[in-house]
């Protein structure tokens, strides 16, 4: 499944960020990184939304929800500035639209992927909040008025950012807690356009913890 953001370098650096980091020593942060991962891998259901800081419009939403016999349901709507993606799936069929156009696959079909607790989906697992020990450059944690804030700058000559047009500058990841309990992040992109320097920032928040009841089909169907 595509992932979108405004600059589509989300779908790169989720891409990247989700390979193993228990062998890599931990940055200043990582151990509340850690634990806000595994609670996110743990719930049944959630909702996870991504909002541009500068408009306050929401460009991706993740909804998700497990059956009694952990399989995954879910949907998925994203949009970027040159285009828009979405995807339903119940582990039995999936609707996806393309730029307007959609295909309908089911179990068996040779591009179906069906997705379960013991198989979970990218946006389903730990990789969504973003944290790579091994590509963070600094890394400070600070108290501000009872809420942990940490702020991780990102290597781009470990992480190899691809986007729709410009060139990275710079990448940050920043996480709000309080006490072990993750708020939000926010992922920070600063990009060069024709000799133009551009910031793209998102707020990710994961909603609706365990509280999900049913996952709708955000594709219209005729």
Known sequence: MKRYSITALLVVMIAMLTGCIWDTPDVEGGELIKKAREAYT??????VVMT?????????????????????????KGKSEKSSYAQFNNGLES??????KVTHLVRGDKDFAAYSKDAKHPQADMGLIIYQPASVKTATVTDESGETHIHHEYDLDKISPELEEGEAT??????????????YFTETTEVKIDGKEKKYQYKVEIMDKNKVERVENPIKID
């Open 42 to 47: 743990s719930l049944d259901s959630a909702r």
């Open 52 to 76: 541009n800081t500068e408009t306050g419009e929401c460009e991706q939403e993740f909804i998700f929800k497990y059956d009694e016999k952990g399989i995954l349901t879910y949907s998925y």
């Open 95 to 100: 609707y996806t639209e393309e730029n307007g």
């Open 170 to 183: 710079a990448f940050y990841a920043d996480y709000y807690f309080k006490d072990d309990e993750l708020l």
